[in-house]
């Protein structure tokens, strides 16, 4: 831990964490297994499985508590809105936008080379948005987490957690407080090899490989947390005639 210093240096995130820490502290009592697989120090990109609108503190507590700042992708739409948007660029939160496929390359290898140049890490859903497979299993995944890491050879480390649904379901309206300190658990892997796709963050098919290993990665720590397996085929709202919607659609 001795390496693990971002929280102790003086930054936004210190009033930040006096107020959310406690009060998280007090809905779940979060246990995290693998925290030596987060590193201490330097660039990754963290995939979490997505299934609660709650779970995003959840994961920003747990990394903060293992002495990195929860840094996560947003809506560029959300840095145009005074004070929040100050608020989101003075803490390093990643921007994301719909746009080409140039553009996006280009955004892509851009925010790849500052976390490596800050030393940061990022936190991104590959799902996008709350999986809507019926049982809360991890569906089809996006790029956006495989881009940044291929982009500039960053680890990527999948994570899952299981627990936050008791605190508030997926699409639920208001929180369920009692009892307190719900138990929430949380698994870290080992880093997704893509040694073998490197140089190759352009092309469509190294991106849907990476993507899939990262998914099967998240799965398999998801299927230890509650002890069962998952689904054959990994749920694709394309193919049950739902529309995807979120905050990552890359």
């Given at each position: 831990?001795?390496?693990?210093?971002?929280?102790?240096?003086?930054?936004?995130?210190?009033?930040?964490?006096?107020?959310?820490?406690?009060?998280?502290?007090?809905?779940?009592k979060?246990?995290?297994?693998?925290?030596?697989?987060?590193?201490?120090q330097?660039?990754?990109?963290?995939?979490?499985?997505?299934?609660?609108?709650?779970?995003?503190?959840?994961?920003?507590?747990?990394?903060?508590?293992?002495?990195?700042?929860?840094?996560?992708?947003?809506?560029?739409?959300?840095f145009?809105?005074?004070?929040?948007?100050?608020?989101?660029?003075?803490?390093?939160?990643?921007?994301?936008a719909?746009s080409?496929?140039?553009?996006?390359?280009?955004?892509?290898?851009?925010q790849?080379?500052?976390?490596?140049?800050?030393?940061?890490?990022?936190?991104?859903?590959?799902?996008?948005?709350?999986?809507?497979?019926p049982d809360?299993?991890?569906?089809?995944?996006?790029?956006?987490?495989?881009?940044?890491a291929?982009?500039?050879?960053?680890?990527?480390?999948?994570?899952?957690?299981?627990?936050?649904?008791?605190?508030?379901?997926?699409?639920?309206?208001?929180?369920?407080?009692?009892?307190?300190?719900?138990?929430?658990n949380?698994?870290?892997?080992?880093?997704?090899d893509?040694?073998?796709?490197?140089?190759?963050a352009?092309?469509q098919?190294?991106?849907?490989?990476?993507?899939?290993?990262?998914?099967?990665?998240?799965?398999?720590?998801?299927?230890?947390?509650?002890d069962?397996?998952?689904?054959?085929?990994?749920?694709?709202?394309?193919?049950h005639?739902?529309?995807?919607?979120?905050?990552?659609d890359?």
């Open positions: 831990m001795g390496a693990r210093s971002e929280t102790r240096r003086p930054s936004l995130f210190w009033p930040l964490a006096v107020i959310v820490v406690p009060l998280i502290s007090l809905l779940a979060i246990r995290v297994t693998g925290t030596e697989k987060l590193p201490a330097g660039a990754f990109v963290l995939a979490p499985n997505h299934y609660s609108e709650f779970d995003p503190l959840i994961v920003a507590v747990a990394v903060w508590r293992l002495g990195r700042a929860p840094r996560f992708m947003a809506k560029d739409s959300l145009k809105i005074p004070v929040l948007g100050w608020l989101l660029r003075r803490t390093g939160m990643i921007p994301v719909r080409s496929s140039a553009t996006a390359a280009k955004q892509t290898m851009k790849s080379e500052e976390l490596v140049e800050h030393g940061r890490g990022v936190i991104v859903y590959p799902e996008g948005t709350l999986t809507r497979d809360l299993w991890p569906m089809r995944g996006k790029s956006g987490a495989v881009r940044l291929l982009a500039d050879d960053i680890p990527l480390i999948p994570m899952a957690q299981w627990g936050t649904q008791a605190i508030m379901g997926r699409y639920q309206k208001g929180l369920s407080l009692w009892p307190l300190r719900k138990p929430v949380i698994v870290i892997g080992d880093p997704v893509l040694s073998d796709l490197r140089g190759r352009g092309e098919s190294a991106l849907t490989e990476a993507t899939n290993r990262l998914m099967n990665a998240i799965t398999a720590l998801l299927e230890d947390l509650r069962e397996k998952a689904p054959a085929e990994r749920w694709n709202p394309a193919s005639g739902q529309k995807e919607t979120g905050r990552l890359s």
